[in-house]
């Protein structure tokens, strides 16, 4: 075989390889209930709604997002946030302007495919339980079912 068309042949598989990495972890990831069931900490409304959520500190290890990405069977080198990797990004299930933990147990590998969609649901459920429109456990346990069929 000519190695230009090993080349070829390489540059497919690669190719390909990269395209079904990226379909199962955009399309077949959904939290898991029994790895993810979702933690949150004992905050009140006011606590909540008076934080600067983005500002504060968060206490998502390193060594937590690897066992995320373990317990998802993804390589934590796909996971990058904000978009720029190929795969997903460490999202709390329970987001944390709602009072959710920085616990593995409420961590999870979210597809970037539903990452807008969940922020805007995230953003729109703290505006709620600030104006009182909904109660603060209502909201998260909103989100401790989200994803679920």
Not at 3 to 8: A, I, Y
Not at 93 to 106: F, H, M, Q, T
Request: with cysteine.
């Amino acid at each position: 075989m000519k190695s230009q068309t090993k080349l070829t042949l390489c540059a497919v598989a690669f190719i390909v390889l990269q395209c079904a990495i990226v379909v199962f972890c955009a399309d077949s990831i959904r939290p898991d209930p029994t790895l993810t069931p979702g933690v949150v900490r004992t905050l009140t409304q006011a606590q909540v709604c008076s934080t600067k959520w983005g500002l504060d500190r968060r206490y998502v290890t390193e060594a937590m997002k690897v066992q995320v990405a373990k317990n998802y069977g993804i390589d934590r080198k796909t996971i990058v946030a904000r978009g720029k990797g190929p795969c997903c990004e460490i999202d709390h299930k329970v987001p944390r302007e709602l009072a959710g933990a920085d616990d593995v147990k409420n961590l999870w590998a979210q597809p970037w495919s539903s990452a807008t969609l969940k922020d805007a649901e995230e953003n729109q459920y703290h505006k709620d339980v600030c104006s009182g429109k909904i109660s603060l456990t209502a909201a998260q346990l909103y989100f401790m079912h989200w994803g679920e069929k």
